[in-house]
């Protein structure tokens, strides 16, 4: 439950302990963590894995399941722009 800030350089045989905040060039111990922080790193690493996964499932398609996705994205924005439309005419 520790938080290396982003482009902190942590030198060789730095020791980070639990709740502590580092950042800097090289990285310094910058505070304790409250228990806030401390609950939210666990929430935003859950949400750092979520992200993971969906970039890895879109860098990892192939060519024609791209093309899928493309068309289906344009045919749904059709879809809803026909809808709206729809709506006004019906008086919905």
Known sequence: NSYVAPGALLLSNTIVKSGELWAGSPAKLVRKLNEEE????????????????AHLFETTKNYERQEFDRIKRKLL???????????????L
Do not use: H, M, N, P
């Open 77 to 91: 924005e059709a879809r809803t722009i026909w809808f709206q439309e729809w709506t006004k005419t019906v008086g």
């Open 38 to 53: 401390k609950e939210k790193i666990v929430s935003s690493a859950d949400d750092y894995l979520l992200i993971a996964e």
